[in-house]
């Protein structure tokens, strides 16, 4: 075999290595952008309730926000589950996993809430914005291995 042909044989490996990892950031992307997607509208559900129950008095920001995770989370679920990971787990197996992870992004959520609103004063809206970018960032990663054990398939 010449030179010439080893190296077009494993240039063409190399480009075919290339491609498929390509292909996989693409596959990642798109199903980061389907988990936004979803969690927009449990994101709303919890926004929905932050202003309510603190427009109302019935409870405070940090309050108001974790109960709004919990009601959004069961929103999450549901479509992460059918829409963005597609998974075929049993819902005995995937949902508990989902909701220790939900579980952990309330207690973060809290904690963000509580610093920036209670101990920096920072307005509650502007507070639950960040809280909701730290949380959506980990929760897709914990989520994609983890609950529902993500094959990365698009």
Request: charged share 15%; proline share 1%.
């Given at each position: 075999?010449?030179?010439?042909?080893?190296?077009?044989?494993?240039?063409?490996a190399?480009?075919?290595?290339?491609?498929?990892?390509?292909?996989?950031?693409?596959?990642?992307?798109?199903?980061?952008?389907?988990?936004?997607?979803?969690?927009?509208?449990?994101?709303?559900?919890?926004?929905?309730?932050?202003?309510?129950?603190?427009?109302?008095?019935?409870?405070?920001?940090?309050?108001?926000?974790?109960?709004?995770?919990?009601a959004?989370?069961?929103?999450?679920?549901?479509?992460?589950?059918r829409?963005?990971?597609?998974?075929?787990?049993?819902?005995?197996?995937?949902?508990?996993?989902?909701?220790?992870?939900?579980?952990?992004?309330?207690?973060?959520?809290?904690?963000?809430?509580?610093?920036?609103?209670?101990?920096?004063?920072?307005?509650?809206?502007?507070?639950?914005?960040?809280?909701?970018?730290?949380?959506?960032?980990?929760?897709?990663?914990?989520?994609?291995?983890?609950?529902?054990?993500?094959?990365?398939?698009?």
């Open positions: 075999m010449s030179t010439q042909d080893k190296t077009v044989r494993d240039g063409s190399r480009q075919s290595i290339d491609d498929r990892g390509k292909s996989r950031f693409k596959a990642r992307a798109l199903r980061f952008a389907r988990y936004t997607l979803m969690g927009l509208m449990g994101t709303t559900v919890q926004y929905a309730l932050l202003v309510a129950l603190t427009a109302t008095h019935a409870a405070s920001a940090v309050i108001a926000s974790t109960v709004g995770a919990a959004g989370a069961v929103v999450n679920y549901v479509l992460n589950y829409i963005t990971f597609r998974s075929n787990a049993k819902h005995t197996h995937a949902a508990p996993r989902f909701f220790v992870v939900a579980a952990a992004g309330m207690a973060v959520n809290a904690w963000v809430m509580h610093a920036l609103v209670e101990r920096l004063h920072v307005y509650y809206l502007l507070a639950q914005c960040v809280a909701t970018g730290v949380v959506l960032l980990s929760g897709f990663v914990v989520n994609s291995v983890w609950s529902f054990r993500a094959r990365y398939s698009g």
